[in-house]
């Protein structure tokens, strides 16, 4: 008959201090592994600047706020698709979607960078498009108001 202490605890693995069972220590690993290996999901002044400045047509740069305020100005090389409109755009057939707002629709493992007036709306539509199955989507969480204040100087 095994022991107590065989039954009780199972195989134990130590990470910095902490006692784990051995699976999750993998799992803990992998995820380390893979967050170093994946693009952070929130994006720089710089990275956009650099986005801009090398015409990378492989990103997507999109504009969630409203029409009004798009027209107080933009980031350059940036689509416009409103945030009321991003949960509908993102159902729609490739072909309409084209046709609605101008631009070829992105795959869910393109990248995307979202942006607004301050970060909280293209903070919503990130969150929208990663429960969508959405994993190239980005968040410039410091968006217009970043933006210009940066470009300016």
Known sequence: ??????????????????????????????????????????????????????????????????????????????????????????ALPDKEFEARFGFKKFGKDDEVIFYCRSGRRSGLAFDLAKQLGYNGVRNYSGSWLDYEAKAKK
């Open 1 to 90: 008959m095994p022991s107590f202490t065989s039954l009780a605890i199972p195989a134990l693995y130590q990470t910095s201090r902490q006692f784990v069972p051995r699976s999750m220590a993998a799992t803990i690993r992998q995820a380390q592994f893979a967050s170093k290996a994946s693009k952070p999901d929130l994006v720089t002044y710089e990275e956009i600047d650099t986005l801009i400045h090398q015409d990378n047509k492989n990103v997507l740069l999109i504009d969630v706020r409203e029409p009004g305020e798009v027209a107080q100005g933009v980031i350059p090389t940036s689509h416009h698709v409103p945030l009321a409109n991003i949960q509908e755009a993102l």
